[in-house]
């Protein structure tokens, strides 16, 4: 965590459940030379972007690029080509480009407001990814000048391996009783 802090800087944010008392690691699994939590569903990031390129964000071929080529960047398995949208609302500077990406370990999407040179991109996978790589790629890509990260840790009761869940539930009731 604290390297990521380290080359993130105060930009990013972290969902985390906290257990009373010393912290613990968590076991893992290796798949592919990607790390899997040995509990918790898995990783979801969130990046705003901020200053963008306003050409970048107003390209539909830009946006599907993006879509189809991440899925393959972060190692993920695209389940259908991506799809990308023009939307006009009802407040003039609220039009711009949506899109989303299924794959199999969940979905890629992306919101852009060309008037606010703004973009919202979220990643979620039940299957760890180097984020890093993902949010460099987004920066090159649409010109982010600042951006925001949030990375989430979903289901963190998941129950990937059982064993080690009971045993860290034990642990953890253990530390609540004192």
């Known amino acids: 965590m604290a390297a990521f802090r380290a080359r993130a800087g105060d930009s990013a944010r972290f969902a985390y459940r906290a257990f009373p008392g010393d912290p613990f690691i968590l076991g893992c699994e290796e798949e592919n030379n990607l790390k899997k939590p040995a509990v918790g569903f898995g990783l979801h990031l969130t990046l705003d972007g901020y200053e ?93 000048a600042r951006h925001e990260i949030n990375l989430l840790d979903r289901g963190l009761e998941f129950p990937r391996e059982i064993k080690t869940v009971e045993r860290l539930m034990r642990q953890e009731r253990k530390q609540m009783q004192g």
């Open 52 to 144: 963008c390129s306003y050409e970048r964000l107003t390209n539909l071929d830009a946006i599907y690029e993006f879509l189809d080529t991440c899925p393959d960047m972060i190692h993920m398995t695209k389940i259908m080509p991506p799809y990308a949208f023009k939307y006009h609302g009802k407040v003039e500077d609220d039009w711009g480009l949506s899109g989303f990406v299924l794959i199999a370990e969940s979905h890629i999407s992306i919101h852009t407001f060309p008037e606010r040179n703004y973009l919202s991109l979220d990643i979620f996978s039940c299957k760890g990814f180097d984020y890093q790589q993902a949010v460099d790629y987004a920066t090159e890509c649409f010109g982010i």
